[in-house]
C-alpha cells in the first residue's frame, strides 16, 4: 500500500468510527421515509416527467436564461451570469460593497463558489441561518450531505459545540432547546442583516419566480427581510414555468427525506416585502417593494462545458435530493467526508466534482461507488449515477502518468486500455484472465495466492487486502463440465431451449452453481447448453475500463447472438452479469445489438418462475418443506426489479423466506478485496449480517444470496455458508 493509500484506509476508519454512526442512522432514516413516501404516488410516471421537464429545461438554456433576464429586469431587479467562481464572487462583492452582514440560507452553490470567504476577507460578517449550516459554521467544517449538511453531528455533539461557543445562561441538551436558541439567535441577525443571500431549488423563467423549499423557513426570511436580496443559482435550476413546478415539488421532499411536501414552498417573485396581512390596510400583500433591491446571480463555473459534455450532461439534471447519498450503502457508512469532495458528496458527485472543480476531485472519492445501482431507482429524475461515476473512472484512468511498472506490463495484459491506470484496478478488470489461469494451473495456483510470501505481494502491490479469502479455482470448468456430460431433458417443455452463460466466477471458482442450473432447468423440460464465452464485461466496466468492456460485450454478443437467432433464451446465474447485458450494453453496444440481447437475457430464478408460471410442473423439484430461509437479494437484481421472482419460486417449493433490506453487501466485486476498502466493506457487510442474525429467531436460518459478492461476504462474516437460490432448486441436492 502507498502512503496515500493508507491515508485513504485510514480516513475511512476514523470515520467508520466517528460519523460513521450518526450519519448511518441519519440516512437510513431518510432512506426509510422515501420508500414510504413514494409509495403513495405514481412514483414511475412523476419520475418520467421530471426527467423530461429538465431533459427540456437544459437543453433550451440559453433561451431560459434570456427569458428569465427579462421576467426579472421587468419586475425591478437584475440578473448576472456568472462565468466562473471568481466572476460570482467580484459581483457579490460589489453588491455588499455598503453591507457590514449579509444572512445566508442554505446554499450548495455558494459552497461551491466559497462566497462565505469571498466576503469575509471583503470584511463581511456571514451568518448561516440553516441550522444545519449554522451548526458546522461554528464547528468550522465542510457539509457532509447535499441536502442536510449537518447530519453527521448528533445532538450531543451539537449541545457541546453550543455551550463552549455561546455560554448560555443554562447549559443546552435537547433538539428543542438547541432549535429554540439557534432560532433566537439567526432571528436576531436575520432582522439586523443588511442583505440577505439564498440559494434557488427552482427559478421559473417566464416570471423571475424563485421557488424555496425548505423545512425551517429561514430562506423566506433571509429573502425578505432585509433590503437587499441576492439569489445564487447554478443555471440549471432554470425550469420554463410554474407549469414545470409541480411533478418536481411533489418529488422533491419525498426522494429527499421522506416527507410528502416540505415544510415551507416558498414561491418568491422579487423584489418583494415580506407578506404581512394588515387587515386595516387595502394595499395588496406583497406591496412596498420599491425600495428593495434584488440580484439573481446565475452560475455558470463549468455548467456550460458539462451540458456539452455527453458524460457529464445528465449531471445537470440533478436536483439535489440526497437520495441517491441515502440509498448508498457505503454513504451510509461513512457519510459525505469521505464519500465527497471540493463541495458536493454522495454518488452524484462525482459529476458535479468533475464538471465545476476537474477530474482530480472526483478522483479522491469515485472509488466509493461500487456500481451497485442502488441510487438509480431513488433519483427523482432518472439520473444513471453508476454510469456518470464510470465514465469518470474511465478518464481518471487515462489521465494517470505511465510509470514503469506499467509499461512493462502494457502489451501484456489483455485490456484495451492505455499504460498508467493503477495496477490493482487493472489487475482487477482482467480477473477473467487471471481466473482462467488459475483454474489451468489449479490446484497449484491456490497453494501459492494462499502463501504468506504472495498475499504479502499481492497487497503491497495490487492492493488486495491480506485478511480477505481468496476464491479457489477449480480445475474442472463448467464449461469442460459440459462439453463431457449427456444432457439430461426428462420431458421437452414446448419448444423453448436456454443457452448458460457462465460467468467468470461460476465457470472457474464455483461450477457446482452452473450445473445445479442446468440440471434445474433440464427437470423443468427445457434443453441447455453452456455458452462459449466467459465474463460479460462486468469486471472492466467496474473499474472504468470502458474500452475493454466494450472489447468483452462485443465477444458477448457474437457469442449469444447466434443461440438468440436460433431461438434460445440466454440464461445467467450472476445479476451482475445480467444487469451488464440488460442497462450498460446499451452504453457500449450499437441500440438494435443491445436491444435484441437485453430482450433474450434472463435471470435464471427469473427463468424458472416463468416455467412455473406458464404451467411446468415443479415436481422434479426438491421441497423446502418449511425450511426457514433468509435470503438476499443482489443489489443489480434488485434494481432490476427480480428479487420477488426469487422469494416466489422459494416460497412456492415449500421454504419460509425471510428478505432482508440492506441496499448492498459492500463485497460489490472487487470493493471487498481492496486494502484501501475492506474495513468499510466490511462494516457494510456487519450491517446485513446483523440483519440476518436477527431474522433468524431461536434457530439459526440458512443463508442465501444470488449474487456472488454477497456469498462471499455472508459467508465471511457468519458462522455458515450461504448458498445461491439455484442450488437449493438442484435435483441431485
Ligand atoms: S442525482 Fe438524483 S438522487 Fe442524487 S441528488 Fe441528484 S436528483 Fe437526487
Not at 449554522?134 to 459545540?161: N, R, Y
Not at 482482467?430 to 497453494?447: D, E
Not at 449480517?689 to 444470496?705: F, H, T
Request: aromatic share 6%.
Amino acid at each position: 500500500m502507498s502512503a496515500d493509500n493508507e491515508s485513504r484506509a485510514e480516513r475511512i476508519r476514523r470515520l467508520l468510527d466517528t460519523e460513521g454512526p450518526t450519519v448511518k442512522q441519519n440516512a437510513q432514516g431518510f432512506n426509510e421515509g422515501r420508500y414510504a413516501a413514494m409509495a403513495d404516488v405514481d412514483g414511475e410516471k412523476l419520475r418520467s416527467e421530471a426527467r423530461r421537464i429538465k431533459e427540456d429545461a437544459i437543453e433550451r438554456l440559453p433561451e431560459l436564461i434570456e427569458t428569465a433576464r427579462e421576467s426579472v429586469e421587468e419586475n425591478g431587479g437584475s440578473v448576472y451570469l456568472a462565468d466562473d467562481a471568481a466572476d460570482a464572487n467580484d459581483y457579490l462583492a460589489e453588491v455588499c460593497a455598503d453591507a457590514d452582514s449579509v444572512v445566508k440560507s442554505k446554499s450548495m452553490t455558494t459552497e461551491e463558489l466559497d462566497v462565505n470567504e469571498g466576503l469575509e476577507a471583503a470584511g463581511v460578517d456571514v451568518t448561516e441561518t440553516d441550522l444545519g449550516e449554522f451548526v458546522l459554521q461554528v464547528a468550522d467544517e465542510a457539509p457532509s450531505h447535499l441536502i442536510a449538511p449537518g447530519f453527521h453531528k448528533s445532538t450531543d455533539e451539537i449541545a457541546e459545540l453550543f455551550n463552549a461557543r455561546f455560554d448560555p445562561a443554562e447549559p443546552l441538551e435537547t433538539p428543542e432547546q438547541l432549535t429554540t436558541f439557534a432560532r433566537d439567535h439567526l432571528g436576531d441577525r436575520i432582522r439586523s442583516a443588511d442583505v440577505g443571500m439564498t440559494g434557488a431549488n427552482f427559478v421559473l423563467a417566464e416570471s423571475g419566480t424563485l421557488a424555496l423549499v425548505t423545512n425551517e423557513g429561514n430562506a423566506r426570511k433571509c429573502a425578505v427581510t432585509p433590503d437587499t436580496h441576492v439569489a445564487v443559482a447554478g443555471v440549471e435550476k432554470l425550469i420554463p414555468s410554474v407549469d414545470e413546478l409541480g411533478p418536481m415539488v411533489e418529488l422533491l421532499a419525498r426522494s429527499a427525506t421522506g416527507q410528502e411536501i416540505s415544510q415551507y414552498l416558498s414561491l418568491l417573485t422579487p423584489p418583494t416585502d415580506s407578506p404581512t396581512i394588515d387587515f386595516d390596510s387595502t394595499e395588496p400583500i406583497g406591496g412596498g417593494a420599491e425600495d428593495r433591491e434584488f440580484h439573481l446571480v446565475l452560475v455558470d463555473n463549468g455548467r456550460f462545458e458539462m451540458r456539452d459534455d455527453e458524460g457529464l450532461r445528465e449531471t445537470l439534471y440533478c436536483v439535489r435530493c440526497g437520495a441517491c447519498s441515502n440509498s448508498c450503502a457505503n454513504f451510509q457508512h461513512v457519510g459525505g467526508h469521505a464519500f465527497g469532495g471540493e463541495t458536493y458528496t454522495g454518488g452524484i458527485a462525482t459529476g458535479w466534482e468533475a464538471g465545476v472543480e476537474g477530474t482530480d476531485s472526483a478522483a479522491e472519492f469515485n472509488d466509493l461507488c461500487t456500481g451497485c445501482s442502488r441510487c438509480v431507482n431513488a433519483c427523482p429524475v432518472k439520473i444513471d449515477i453508476p454510469w456518470i461515476n464510470t465514465v469518470v473512472r474511465d478518464r481518471i484512468n487515462r489521465g494517470a502518468e505511465p510509470d514503469a511498472v506499467d509499461s512493462l506490463v502494457d502489451g501484456l495484459v489483455p485490456d484495451d486500455e492505455e499504460p498508467g491506470m493503477d495496477l490493482g484496478k487493472r489487475a482487477f478488470g482482467n480477473v477473467g484472465t487471471l481466473a482462467k489461469l488459475g483454474s489451468a494451473t489449479a490446484p497449484v495456483s491456490n497453494w501459492l495466492a494462499d502463501s504468506a510470501p504472495v498475499r504479502g505481494l499481492l497487497e503491497r502491490g495490487l492492493g488486495v487486502d491480506a485478511r480477505r479469502g481468496l476464491p479457489e479455482f477449480q480445475r474442472e470448468t463448467l464449461q469442460k463440465w459440459d462439453r463431457k456430460r449427456d444432457a439430461a431433458v426428462r420431458e421437452p417443455h414446448d419448444d423453448r431451449a436456454v443457452v448458460l452463460f457462465p460467468d467468470v466466477f461460476t465457470n472457474y471458482v464455483d461450477p457446482e452453481r452452473g450445473k445445479a442450473a442446468v440440471r434445474v432447468l433440464e427437470a423443468l423440460g427445457v434443453p441447455v447448453r453452456v455458452a462459449g464465452v466467459v465474463g460479460s464485461g462486468r469486471a472492466p466496466f467496474s473499474q472504468g475500463m470502458i474500452a475493454t468492456a466494450r472489447e468483452q460485450a462485443e465477444a458477448v454478443d457474437d457469442a449469444l447472438s447466434p443461440h438468440l437467432d436460433a431461438g434460445r433464451d440466454a440464461v445467467f446465474v450472476e445479476p451482475s452479469d445480467l444487469a451488464m447485458v440488460r442497462s450498460e450494453y446499451e452504453k457500449l453496444l450499437p441500440a438494435n445489438r443491445a436491444e435484441t440481447l437485453a430482450g433474450g437475457s434472463y435471470e435464471v430464478l427469473e427463468y424458472v418462475y416463468g416455467l412455473l408460471e406458464n404451467g411446468v410442473d415443479p415436481e422434479p423439484l426438491p421441497r423446502g418443506d418449511g425450511e426457514r430461509l433468509t435470503y438476499h437479494a443482489h443489489c443489480q437484481q434488485r434494481t432490476l426489479g427480480l428479487d420477488a421472482h426469487t422469494e416466489a419460486v422459494l416460497g412456492r417449493l415449500g421454504y419460509d423466506v425471510a428478505t432482508t433490506e440492506a441496499e448492498c453487501c459492500g463485497m460489490a466485486g472487487s470493493f471487498g478485496y481492496k486494502a484501501d476498502y475492506y474495513d468499510l466493506s466490511v462494516a457494510v457487510g456487519e450491517s446485513l449480517a446483523d440483519e440476518v442474525r436477527e431474522s433468524d429467531g431461536p434457530e439459526d436460518r440458512r443463508v442465501v444470496a444470488s449474487g456472488t459478492s454477497c456469498e462471499e461476504q455472508l459467508t465471511d462474516l457468519l458462522d455458515r455458508s450461504a448458498t445461491h437460490p439455484i442450488e437449493l432448486l438442484d435435483p441431485e441436492r
